[in-house]
């Protein structure tokens, strides 16, 4: 099955500095891949996600990139808000037409004042 | 408004007590699951369903059941409860399906066992 590793598990920044969290994954037919933002408390929340066709996508502060060679993506953050201290969640789906996700353990977003 | 209703929000109990946590939506959708998020937040499946009367396990082995005799309704009940079922439960729904589009979570149901 799909096995998805995300990197780092905390990551403390900067208020306004830039936030970067990788992935990588392992089933090569994989074509969605999400990113779920999960604020302490509350409940996880879809903020980006990027298909197998395109390698960029933007949406404000925040984008994704995709190498589907290196079988990797990551989420940056750029210009990092207080309200952006949560837990980010990544995943990919099994490919193949399968249904599902797997999800990455969680980074855990600070945002130092 | 269109959202996904759990309950109870927190439950602790009894070991041995069954328990059923209800989960209910009015977003429309077919498919619905249910994930167990551990106190490192690590997400697994643990149920899905693609609409009424289908009903699958997920990757992560639960001794929980499921039903989905409607199409808005996707309780999930444990027959004993044991310390070890001791999580967060999140129900969640979608349209297009987890692996495709977005998936909507509910507020979750935190089971503390004794």
């Known amino acids: 099955g799909e096995n998805v590793e995300q990197h780092p598990s905390t990551l403390s920044v900067q208020e306004g500095d830039s936030a970067v969290i990788k992935c990588t994954y392992s089933?090569?037919?994989?074509?969605?891949f999400p990113w779920y933002k999960q604020e302490l408390g509350k409940r996880p929340q879809l903020i980006i996600d990027?298909?197998?066709?395109?390698g960029e996508k933007k949406d404000q502060r925040i984008a994704v990139t995709l190498n589907k060679t290196a079988k990797h993506f990551s989420l940056h953050i750029t210009e990092t808000q207080p309200e952006d201290s949560a837990v980010y969640f990544c995943a990919a789906n099994p490919g193949g037409g399968a249904d599902g996700l797997t999800f990455g353990k969680g980074t855990h977003l600070i945002i130092q004042p | 408004e269109a959202d996904i209703y759990q309950t109870p929000r927190y439950l602790v109990i009894g070991t041995g007590k069954k328990i059923t946590l209800e989960c209910s939506q009015t977003m429309g959708h077919d498919k619905m699951y249910w994930y167990q998020q551990d106190p490192g937040m690590e997400l697994h499946l643990i149920h899905y369903s693609y609409g009424v009367n289908s009903t699958e396990k997920g990757d992560l082995s639960s001794e929980s059941t499921v039903s989905r005799i409607r199409t808005e309704h996707f309780p999930l009940t444990l027959e004993s409860a044991r310390p070890s079922h001791t999580s967060q439960y999140l129900c969640?729904?979608?349209?297009?399906?987890?692996?495709?589009?977005?998936?909507?979570f509910g507020e979750g149901s935190r089971l503390t066992v004794l």
């Open positions: 089933d090569s037919a994989s074509n969605y």
């Open positions: 990027i298909r197998s066709n395109v």
């Open positions: 969640a729904s979608s349209w297009q399906g987890a692996g495709t589009g977005e998936l909507f």
